[in-house]
């Protein structure tokens, strides 16, 4: 997801079920909601996702207001150098909840 050049907030986003599993060579970014337009996203479910990967963002989801980010799984890959994670930051309003992630 991306905002720039955005001048009004995406809203009403879901993510649910997806299943990403890294094969041979470098990982990815998993679910990665960044915000260069400074305009939170609104109502926002990110749920129920699988996130195998040796890159650190499992999810990443910065500037919204009322965020639901629950029962999914980000971790890494054996081996792999980073962390993967779920990150949030500047969030109101927002449940994380019953994750897993290294």
Do not use: C
């Not at 470098?26 to 996130?51: H, K, S, T, W």
């Not at 890494?76 to 909840?97: A, E, F, Q």
């Amino acid at each position: 997801f991306w905002t720039r050049g955005t001048s009004t907030a995406s809203e009403n986003i879901v993510i649910r079920g997806n299943v990403y599993l890294q094969g041979n060579g470098g990982g990815a970014q998993g679910i990665f909601m960044d915000n260069d337009a400074g305009i939170p996203y609104r109502n926002v479910l990110i749920e129920d996702n699988l996130i195998y990967s040796s890159y650190p963002h499992g999810i990443t989801l910065v500037m919204a207001e009322g965020a639901v980010v629950q029962d999914n799984v980000a971790i890494s890959v054996p081996g792999s150098k980073y962390n993967v994670s779920i990150r949030l930051s500047d969030v109101n309003n927002g449940i994380l909840s019953e994750n897993i992630s290294n």
